[in-house]
């Protein structure tokens, strides 16, 4: 199952965090997150889909 998040740079975001965790798999996802958020400068609720996306991945 495939889910695109709208918005460029929230899918940026899944981008990026998606490379940082094949760089460091140990890396802890809520910082990626949190960084990622800071980074694209993500809403709460772009930071809620990130979560609830990567919790269904695992």
């Known amino acids: 199952m ?3 998040p709208e918005g460029e740079e929230l899918r940026k975001a ?3 965090i ?7 798999p140990e890396a802890k996802l809520s910082k990626l ?3 990622a958020c800071m980074k ?3 809403s709460p609720k772009d930071a809620d ?3 609830r996306f990567y919790k ?3």
Request: glycine share 0%; charged share 30%.
């Open 33 to 35: 997150i949190e960084s």
């Open 18 to 24: 998606s490379e940082e965790r094949q760089t460091d």
């Open 49 to 51: 889909f990130l979560a």
């Open 56 to 58: 269904e991945t695992l």
């Open 40 to 42: 694209f400068d993500l």
């Open 2 to 4: 495939s889910i695109i």
């Open 14 to 16: 899944v981008t990026w």
